[in-house]
């Protein structure tokens, strides 16, 4: 089992540009979560998904959309990518039954 | 608002010098709470849940423990291979399997 996996694991975007980061769990978790990681703030959630088709805003949702795309795939959307979204940002999962959540190995992107 | 606090912000020991971190969460209904390791540039790896007063959880070197207001996590005779930064998250009764995180203890075991 590779558990949670990201695409891709660094990415350095201009302002203004868009894309897409990819999550994938082969661990037949039900939920699915994207959280960013900055100096001093700690890991806040963006985006969660309770079930496959449900997707709920997290702490800090502005200027982020997310797909669940089945109960495997979980991908987070910039838009238009601004100097403040630079950042790490890691996927996790978790079963329905317990809140202990499993995380990939993270995304680094900067945005100039 | 539910918060939590993890205390030091950073903790150097030597090898072989027991010491506890410290995670202290709101009390506003705790449906659990979650130790995590993180090595620098990879992701949270979970390491234990504890769901009530008074449970206690043990892995090689580390225990943890959780009272009605805080937990502890205890690291005895630790090596450097426990170097790592250590987060606490907690998932509130108000907030289903959310989890809210600490912003971590940072632990450098010197030989």
């Known amino acids: 089992n590779a558990g949670v996996t990201q695409t891709p694991k660094f990415q350095v975007l201009k302002t203004g540009q868009s894309m897409t980061l990819q999550c994938a769990q082969d661990?037949?978790?039900?939920?699915m979560y994207w959280y960013r990681q900055d100096p001093g703030m700690g890991l806040r959630l963006i985006y969660y998904?309770?079930?496959?088709?449900?997707?709920d805003k997290g702490e800090v949702p502005n200027g982020y959309n997310v797909s669940r795309l089945n109960k495997r795939e979980f991908s987070l959307r910039l838009e238009s990518a601004a100097p403040s979204q630079t950042s790490v940002y890691f996927c996790?999962?978790?079963?329905?039954?317990?809140?202990?959540?499993?995380f990939g190995p993270g995304t680094r992107l900067t945005v100039l | 608002e539910d918060q939590v606090t993890q205390s030091p912000e950073a903790l150097r020991l030597q090898e072989g010098e027991s010491s506890s971190l410290n995670c202290s969460y709101t009390?506003?209904?705790?449906?659990?709470l979650f130790w995590y390791r993180q090595d620098p540039g990879k992701g949270p790896e979970f390491l234990f849940t504890?769901?009530?007063a008074g449970e206690e959880k043990e892995k090689e070197r580390l225990k943890a423990t959780l009272t009605k207001k805080e937990s502890f996590l205890h690291i005895t005779a630790p090596k450097p291979e426990d170097s790592a930064t250590y987060l606490c998250?907690?998932?509130?009764?108000?907030?289903?399997?959310?989890?809210?995180f600490g912003e971590g203890t940072q632990l450098t075991v010197n030989p």
């Open positions: 998904s309770a079930s496959e088709g449900t997707t």
């Open positions: 996790a999962s978790s079963t329905r039954f317990r809140d202990e959540q499993f």
């Open positions: 504890l769901y009530s």
């Open positions: 998250a907690v998932s509130f009764v108000t907030s289903g399997s959310r989890l809210t």
């Open positions: 009390v506003s209904g705790l449906r659990g």
């Open positions: 661990m037949n978790h039900n939920s």
